[in-house]
């Protein structure tokens, strides 16, 4: 038998959770906004964090950060207040707090078109800063990922314009930087193209070292693809191991990674028939690789257009979970307009088996995903629309945990939902 869960109409900005029901999962969503702009970009578990550009939990002193942790149901709000610009994009747990990291720049008349650097902070379980770094040059720098270095430090990753750790390239290369967890830096190095070079993920290796990937933005007027993904993979000293870089037959943005034995899965997004047929608009694209060589790949999609944001293995069905977004109505099902927030179970051959979508006619994505020691899923993004409340003006952030049925869900090993 199937409960159906009650619905409660939420408010911006109140803790009081929205219930819903997906077959075999509870669904708990949360909507939060301002007259300005806020989303959720990175997870971990019963963690989120991202950037706002309002008064979101407290007086804003610019652009700032913010991390939501839960406590069963009820979100615990921090927001930065540091005046300047501070955007949140990766979240990691450290010990009992976390590593948070992103894009600050100092106080100026207008955060949004000043200097940035990357940006690192480890922070206390009351949201507390221990202690703060900063990488970049002279220019537009950012952080975009982050990864455990087995040793209780971390690696920051993601990109910027010119000189960051040695000679660019060209416009905007990619770099990772090493830290101690006392927040000492230990290296960086730099890498790219003559192009645009864009990071988007990074993931340790197990050996001490990690993967990061990203995207060459290609000049079209000279080649047909857009986008032309990459995977390096570091060692624990900084020395570049090996580069996979995809060829011209189809655009490629590889958007996340997880690690598995000698190698490391890669998913992304691709305009053509990469590993399969070719759905339409962007397909959702899986490979595993190991030592620079593709072991085995698949691609999936609808007639319109797939996005990836974040994926996490999960050990009990033995398969991925995926977060990001679908505008195609014959893939799970009619959208509600544009693009729908999606989670999707993938089989251990990284298809799909099972999928979770939400969406509004103004426009969602998912762009954070986490699993905690539950089995519960933990993710949230951006709405244009009233996706768990009304919206609050422009841009909405939004978080939801998925919570399974042991007997009809897609997690036979999963617990009893907390209330």
Same mark, same amino acid.
């Given at each position: 038998?199937?409960?159906?869960?009650?619905?409660?109409?939420?408010?911006?900005?109140?803790?009081?959770?929205?219930?819903?029901?997906?077959?075999?999962?509870?669904?708990?969503?949360?909507?939060?906004?301002?007259?300005?702009?806020?989303?959720?970009?990175?997870?971990?578990?019963?963690?989120?964090?991202?950037?706002?550009?309002?008064?979101?939990?407290?007086?804003?002193?610019?652009?700032?950060?913010?991390?939501?942790?839960?406590?069963?149901?009820?979100?615990?709000?921090?927001?930065?207040?540091?005046?300047?610009?501070?955007?949140?994009?990766?979240?990691?747990?450290?010990?009992?707090?976390?590593?948070?990291?992103?894009?600050?720049?100092?106080?100026?008349?207008?955060?949004?078109?000043?200097?940035?650097?990357?940006?690192?902070?480890?922070?206390?379980?009351?949201?507390?800063?221990?202690?703060?770094?900063?990488?970049?040059?002279?220019?537009?720098?950012?952080?975009?990922?982050?990864?455990?270095?087995?040793?209780?430090?971390?690696?920051?990753?993601?990109s910027g314009e010119g000189r960051v750790f040695g000679p660019g390239q060209g416009g905007r290369d990619v770099f990772v930087a090493r830290f101690d967890a006392t927040g000492h830096r230990v290296w960086g190095v730099q890498w790219g193209t003559d192009d645009d070079d864009f990071?988007?993920?990074?993931?340790?290796?197990?050996?001490?070292?990690?993967?990061?990937a990203g995207y060459s933005d290609i000049d079209e007027d000279c080649r047909r693809v857009s986008e032309r993904g990459f995977v390096l993979r570091y060692s624990g000293k900084g020395e570049l191991l090996w580069k996979h870089r995809w060829g011209f037959d189809a655009a490629t943005?590889?958007?996340?990674?997880?690690?598995?034995?000698?190698?490391? +899965?890669?998913? !992304?997004? @691709?305009? *053509?028939? %990469?590993?399969?047929?070719? #759905? /339409?608009?962007? &397909?959702?694209? $899986?490979?595993?690789?190991?030592?620079?060589?593709?072991?085995?790949?698949?691609?999936?999609?609808?007639?319109?257009?797939?996005?990836?944001?974040?994926?996490?293995?999960?050990?009990?069905?033995g398969g991925f979970w995926l977060a990001g977004a679908t505008a195609s109505d014959d893939l799970f099902g009619e959208t509600a307009g544009g693009y729908d927030a999606m989670v999707v179970l993938l089989g251990a051959d990284a298809t799909p088996s099972w999928a979770w979508r939400?969406?509004?006619?103004?426009?969602?994505?998912?762009?954070?995903?986490?699993?905690?020691?539950?089995?519960?899923? +933990?993710?949230? !993004?951006? @709405?244009? *629309?009233? %996706?768990?409340?009304?919206? #609050? /003006?422009?841009? &909405?952030?939004? $978080?939801?945990?998925?919570?399974?049925?042991?007997?009809?869900?897609?997690?036979?090993?999963?617990?009893?939902?907390?209330?």
């Amino acid at each position: 038998m199937r409960c159906v869960a009650v619905s409660l109409i939420l408010l911006a900005l109140t803790p009081l959770p929205a219930h819903s029901e997906a077959f075999g999962a509870y669904v708990t969503g949360w909507q939060w906004g301002t007259p300005a702009w806020e989303a959720v970009y990175a997870a971990a578990p019963r963690a989120l964090a991202g950037w706002t550009a309002g008064d979101l939990f407290d007086r804003a002193a610019g652009i700032d950060a913010f991390l939501v942790r839960f406590k069963g149901l009820l979100p615990r709000p921090w927001q930065s207040q540091t005046a300047g610009l501070e955007r949140a994009y990766a979240l990691l747990p450290a010990g009992a707090g976390y590593y948070l990291a992103g894009t600050q720049s100092s106080a100026a008349k207008d955060a949004m078109r000043s200097q940035t650097d990357a940006w690192l902070v480890r922070l206390d379980r009351a949201g507390r800063t221990l202690w703060q770094a900063r990488v970049g040059g002279g220019l537009k720098d950012e952080a975009r990922a982050l990864a455990p270095d087995g040793a209780g430090g971390v690696y920051l990753a993601g990109s910027g314009e010119g000189r960051v750790f040695g000679p660019g390239q060209g416009g905007r290369d990619v770099f990772v930087a090493r830290f101690d967890a006392t927040g000492h830096r230990v290296w960086g190095v730099q890498w790219g193209t003559d192009d645009d070079d864009f990071l988007t993920a990074a993931a340790p290796d197990g050996a001490g070292g990690v993967y990061l990937a990203g995207y060459s933005d290609i000049d079209e007027d000279c080649r047909r693809v857009s986008e032309r993904g990459f995977v390096l993979r570091y060692s624990g000293k900084g020395e570049l191991l090996w580069k996979h870089r995809w060829g011209f037959d189809a655009a490629t943005r590889p958007k996340a990674l997880v690690p598995a034995g000698t190698g490391v +899965w890669v998913f !992304g997004e @691709t305009d *053509g028939a %990469l590993y399969g047929t070719f #759905a /339409g608009g962007w &397909d959702v694209f $899986a490979v595993f690789i190991d030592s620079a060589k593709p072991r085995h790949g698949v691609q999936w999609g609808g007639s319109r257009a797939e996005r990836v944001n974040a994926v996490v293995w999960d050990p009990d069905p033995g398969g991925f979970w995926l977060a990001g977004a679908t505008a195609s109505d014959d893939l799970f099902g009619e959208t509600a307009g544009g693009y729908d927030a999606m989670v999707v179970l993938l089989g251990a051959d990284a298809t799909p088996s099972w999928a979770w979508r939400k969406g509004s006619p103004a426009g969602d994505e998912a762009y954070a995903l986490a699993m905690d020691s539950a089995g519960n899923l +933990w993710t949230g !993004g951006l @709405t244009f *629309g009233d %996706l768990f409340a009304a919206n #609050a /003006g422009q841009a &909405d952030a939004w $978080a939801a945990r998925l919570c399974f049925d042991p007997h009809f869900g897609p997690r036979k090993g999963a617990s009893r939902c907390e209330e």
